[in-house]
């Protein structure tokens, strides 16, 4: 089992931005595909950003232009920045770990998970 923590969250008001940690600190993330994904209660859990094994970047569309996924290496930690947040951004963002090469947005391709942070986007 790999321990996986995010980090970052906190309540803002629509505008704002925030930026997620996610620390992997027995794990090193260089050449690793890790994502960021996010759940409102009683729904499913979408896919918000992944830094692929290839090293590039993809975005869900909801996200594109205003989130940002990078990573450092060294510190084994995978990040996301989020800017011009929205109310329709409130949720808990997981960190998720090693994926086994299938679609970037399918919870089931992932073997690692974080506990969650919780983001809250006020009007």
């Known amino acids: 089992q790999v321990d996986v923590v995010e980090s970052g969250g906190g309540s803002v008001q629509a505008g704002g931005s925030l930026r997620l940690s996610c620390v992997v600190p027995e794990y090193g993330i260089n050449g690793r595909c890790m994502a960021w994904f996010r759940q409102l209660p009683g729904k499913e859990r979408e896919g918000v950003a992944t830094d692929t094994s290839a090293g590039s970047t993809v975005y869900a569309d909801s996200v594109k232009g205003r989130f940002a996924i990078s990573q450092d290496n060294a510190e084994h930690t995978l990040y996301l920045q989020m800017n011009n947040l929205q109310p329709e951004d409130t949720a808990m963002y997981y960190c998720?770990?090693?994926?086994?090469?299938?679609?970037?947005?399918?919870?089931?391709?992932?073997?690692?998970w974080g506990q969650g942070t919780q983001v809250t986007v006020s009007s």
């Open positions: 998720a770990a090693d994926c086994t090469g299938g679609t970037w947005s399918d919870v089931f391709d992932y073997n690692f």
